[in-house]
């Protein structure tokens, strides 16, 4: 029985807004959050032991992390080469400098040779000795338009015409390589993908928008015995009959708050020998204990003693050592009785903790029209902010057009109906939120690192 254990977005390094400075190391806690969570799946690996370790991709937050957290992470996977456990590194779209190429700070495992190790930083089939025999591992890495198409090749063309014939280039490229498997031997998918049928939490939804996917039916395929995924946080098996698993294990801590109530954790996959077709395999999500987010969400603009209102949706026990967001609705005459010292207080038992007010004017016209939120066009809603935004006016179209190119949208705007100018809009109309936020700072503060913040739904990718 082949065994191998499957974890993937790591991001290492990410999140530092939502840690504080561990006064025992000097670090960041997330990074040692990260870095538990890292090792204990190491610890797993080497107690089994496996015979194979598959990561994902997206190990660091960008493609230049820091020395210290570079070395957090090598520290752990150094421990794979030590017990002799093959291990296959692959590049996600966090690893990839902005042009696509390299991954350098995986590829330093190549470079130095570390035993046993393979850096997946292109589309490759690798052959693998492990202690149940070979293996194959056919790696893919997140796959931009430079991976299989050259600049002249997609010169005039719009982004969905560039997203088919990538597709094809693929599916060739994925057949060529299907051809040259050996039946016999146990065969792994390993790749850096988001799919047409992958699920990811609301906030995310308008980040994301509709970005490059690739249907599921180009990856479940029968010559597979497993396709381990990476780049979706939340975990899930894309493929039900699981002929073959189609799994993404998630992230392995929760990155930021649209992760609040996913389980993290990794995956223990199991095949048995045999020849193609008759090899079972068998998967296990395995959870990890991370770091509990905690968003809390009180109106006091309509009661007569803000604070206290505020004080009770406070709970010390259920926020001990999370990280807690406090969102709350305030009309601006009523943030003076909120003695934000109190609030403070009540919050002391959180890990690190963020208020945010957001100001209620009861004379406002609305910043956007009524929208349901669920299922918004992101250009949609893009728009209509930027018919609300005269200051912007003369950059929304080209706002507009950048916004298309990201999502990859070819066809022309859907338009929105919008009061042409603010005295147009309806009096009757439900007063506007404004948000401002200041990060909590009592006693254990947070660097605050605006960039990373991602939990308003900015554009993000995954
Ligand atoms: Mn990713």
Not at 197 to 210: D, I, W
Not at 236 to 257: C, H, K, M, T, W
Not at 360 to 383: G, H, I, K, W
């Amino acid at each position: 029985m082949l065994k191998i254990l499957h974890l993937s977005d790591i991001h290492m390094g990410g999140g530092f807004s939502h840690g504080r400075i561990d006064p025992q190391t000097g670090l960041n806690t997330r990074l040692l959050d990260f870095t538990a969570a890292l090792e204990r799946c190491i610890d797993r690996a080497i107690a089994e032991p496996v015979d194979l370790v598959l990561f994902g991709g997206d190990a660091f937050p960008d493609a230049t992390p820091l020395p210290m957290v570079q070395e957090a992470f090598a520290q752990q996977f150094c421990r794979l080469a030590a017990a002799n456990i093959p291990t296959v590194l692959l590049v996600g779209n966090h690893d990839q400098h902005a042009q696509g190429r390299g991954g350098a700070s995986l590829c330093i495992y190549r470079t130095l040779g570390v035993p046993g190790f393979v850096v997946g930083d292109t589309l490759a089939l690798h052959r693998l000795e492990t202690n149940q025999g070979p293996v194959q591992v056919l790696t893919l890495p997140w796959l931009t338009r430079s991976t299989l198409l050259t600049k002249r090749q997609t010169e005039g063309m719009a982004l969905a015409e560039v997203g088919a014939l990538l597709l094809d280039r693929l599916q060739a490229a994925l057949e060529g390589e299907i051809r040259r498997l050996d039946p016999d031997v146990p065969t792994i998918l390993l790749a850096h993908l988001m799919s047409d049928r992958a699920q990811f939490g609301a906030e995310r939804m308008l980040g994301v928008g509709k970005g490059f996917s690739i249907p599921l039916s180009t990856i479940a395929r029968s010559e597979f015995d497993y396709v381990a995924l990476g780049h979706v946080h939340k975990h899930q098996n894309l493929n039900a009959s699981n002929e073959p698993p189609v799994v993404y294990p998630g992230s392995i801590e929760r990155v930021d708050f649209s992760e609040e109530n996913e389980d993290k954790g990794y995956v223990m996959v199991s095949i048995a020998p045999g020849k193609r077709g008759d090899r079972a395999t068998t998967w296990e999500f395995c959870p990890l204990p991370a770091r509990p987010f905690c968003t809390l969400r009180v109106d006091v603009s309509d009661c007569e003693d803000p604070l206290d209102k505020l004080l009770r949706a406070i709970d010390p026990d259920k926020i001990t050592d999370a990280v807690v967001r406090l969102v709350y609705r305030v009309r601006a005459e009523q943030l003076h009785h909120i003695e934000l010292a109190a609030v403070r207080d009540r919050l002391a038992t959180a890990h690190t903790y963020s208020l945010q007010a957001e100001l209620v004017s009861q004379l406002a016209r609305p910043r956007l029209p009524d929208m349901d939120a669920t299922n918004l066009d992101p250009l949609v809603a893009l728009e209509a902010y930027l018919g609300e935004r005269s200051d912007l006016r003369a950059i929304a179209d080209d706002m507009l057009a950048a916004a298309r190119d990201l999502l990859g949208y070819a066809s022309p705007m859907i338009r929105v109906d919008l009061p042409e100018s603010p005295e147009a809009a309806s009096p009757e109309l439900p007063a506007s939120v404004e948000s401002m936020e200041s990060v909590g700072s009592g006693s254990p503060t947070s660097e605050a690192q605006p960039s990373e913040r991602s939990d308003s739904g900015q554009l993000r990718l995954l």
